[in-house]
């Protein structure tokens, strides 16, 4: 499902990460737990000492550089760009290393690295977010590339499901055919492979040799089929 987070949107999708991927239990905001084992974020350095709560956020246009090749760099077709800002809180760039290594992609920083802007995810069809708020440069008939782009990822995964319904029946008859058996003795699974455009398959064959299935599989999905794994092997679960 394609993700978009926005200010604290991105700060609970990095304290997320950090629980259930990078394995940080007790990760959490200094905002909500000053006391976390894991503050992965916490506030930013000019807040710290801050009494008057006035005004005195991090607020206003600042630059941002992102990173080419990124959804991010994507969505609005350039690697520099100016955004407007409303926090206090900020990712602590302690755990950039930990959570570089588990697999989040920080898309876009201040200009000189010291602050993160956005992230977003390497293993997954749309997962973005930002520290900035972009409705503020929003509007009915001219929106922000991050919303444009969003809503074209919701559009993208309904066609998808679309094919892959449409696809189904093919692709058990087509093993079907090839193995001489009917659904009740192969069984099919696909998914959608990061890679855009990609069926993921394994067929599991209750007996029986293990012809070539991609072929005929090709014809009926459209596209790319690849194997995810082939087994002769009756399959483990029920």
């Known amino acids: 499902i394609p993700f978009f987070g926005i200010c604290l949107g991105m700060q609970m999708a990095v304290v997320e990460f950090a629980r259930n991927v990078a394995h940080l239990d007790g990760a959490n905001s200094r905002e909500f737990d000053a006391t976390c ?12 000492g801050e009494q008057n709560k006035g005004g005195t956020m991090r607020l206003g246009a600042f630059p941002c550089t ?4 990124t959804l991010a760099a994507q969505a609005y077709g350039a690697t520099e760009i100016s955004e407007r800002h409303r926090h206090r809180y900020e990712f602590a760039n302690a755990f950039r ?3 570089t290594q588990a697999g989040l ?13 956005m992230i977003e995810l390497g293993d997954h069809p749309y997962f973005v977010a930002c ?3 972009p409705e503020f440069k929003s509007a009915p008939l001219a929106p922000h590339p991050l919303f444009s782009r969003f809503v074209k990822a919701g559009l ?5 499901r679309s094919k892959l319904a449409a696809s189904a029946k093919h692709v058990r008859d087509a093993c079907a055919r090839w193995l ?4 009740g003795d192969a069984r099919v699974r696909w998914q959608y492979a990061q890679e855009r455009g990609v069926f993921a398959v394994r067929v599991e064959v209750r007996e029986g040799p293990l012809p070539s299935l991609l072929a005929d599989l090709e014809r009926g999905a459209g596209q ?11 399959p483990n679960v029920p």
Do not use: M, N
């Open 37 to 48: 084992k894991y503050p992965v974020i916490d506030l930013l350095e000019s807040q710290v």
């Open 66 to 69: 992102l990173q080419a090749g």
């Open 97 to 99: 290393d930990t959570l």
């Open 105 to 117: 992609i920080f898309s876009g920083t201040s200009p000189d690295g010291g602050l993160v802007e």
């Open 131 to 133: 520290q900035f708020h």
């Open 156 to 160: 993208e995964r309904r066609e998808l």
């Open 180 to 183: 001489g058996c009917d659904d």
């Open 224 to 234: 790319q089929v690849r194997p995810l794994a082939l087994t002769d092997q009756p």
